[in-house]
């Protein structure tokens, strides 16, 4: 047993080890919309356990360096544009966790972590969290994205975080694995060809265990390149998969897609 879980076990404060979710949150207007999509986040946020605090690393907080959110009362923000004034509307009152954010900061020894009270729940998060927990009575903090940094640092970032899966934080990646905004299509859903193989491919090493595949994918060349014009949707799974332990398994829901060129798929990570 390492010091660090010598300590949580003699203060009390260990716990059963949380799942792990990577959630693909697509259009915004998913967070009001009753569709396949927010009914999924619903049901699984329903089954889960009721964690102490909830990790998010969302797509939408990119920065130079890597920071954590402490507010206590964080704010919600509407970071998009063009859509129906019942968006601009919602609110995640949920609290933060200071607490569990210093912890963090403590953990990632090797990457150096720097608290931030000025972010909010960007889209990314409260559009999912509404949905699975609705009531926002447990503690959300943030993990943002240096866009700066190689494939390699998001995972290994994940791998010095994931003991907080065993003080009951559920931490939930929220991006797409295929994110392609220019092109979308409004009046259909044909995936593209490249998005269905960038998809399978994922789908493939996620179920094969094959990570450090999935942390290499711009081996995948073109197909890649159209599957993330730009990486922001794709790095917060990259973190998730950090934290994944060796005696659990891939569940997916939402395996489909939306607008032709935004894979929905989601998975779960638990021990089985």
């Not at 049901?43 to 690393?57: C, M, N, Q, R």
Request: charged share 20%.
């Amino acid at each position: 047993m390492t010091n660090d879980l010598k300590r949580l076990a003699m203060d009390g404060t260990a716990t059963e080890r949380m799942p792990l979710l990577f959630v693909g949150h697509g259009n915004p207007l998913n967070a009001i919309e009753d569709n396949p999509f927010s009914r999924a986040w619903t049901e699984t946020g329903a089954a889960l356990p009721v964690p102490k605090a909830i990790l998010s690393v969302s797509a939408h907080w990119l920065t130079r360096g890597t920071r954590v959110l402490s507010a206590e009362r964080p704010q919600t923000i509407h970071d998009f544009g063009g859509f129906p004034p019942e968006m601009y509307r919602q609110q995640y009152p949920a609290p933060g966790a200071p607490a569990m954010a210093r912890e963090a900061q403590e953990l990632a020894v090797k990457h150096h972590v720097s608290l931030d009270d000025d972010w909010g729940f960007d889209h990314g998060t409260w559009s999912v969290l509404m949905r699975m927990f609705p009531k926002a009575d447990v503690p959300v903090f943030q993990l943002s994205i240096d866009y700066s940094r190689p494939m390699e640092y998001h995972f290994e970032l994940g791998e010095e975080l994931r003991r907080l899966r065993e003080r009951g934080v559920l931490v939930i990646g929220s991006g797409n694995i295929v994110h392609n905004l220019s092109a979308v299509t409004w009046q259909e859903n044909r995936p593209y060809d490249w998005a269905l193989e960038f998809d399978a491919a994922v789908t493939r090493w996620l179920s094969e265990g094959d990570h450090r595949s999935i942390v290499g994918f711009q081996r995948l060349g073109r197909t890649a390149a159209m599957s993330h014009p730009t990486y922001d949707h794709f790095l917060p799974l990259l973190t998730i998969l950090g934290m994944v332990q060796p005696d659990e398994v891939p569940e997916f829901f939402n395996a489909s897609f939306d607008m032709s060129s935004v894979s929905m798929r989601s998975v779960l990570f638990r021990r089985q």
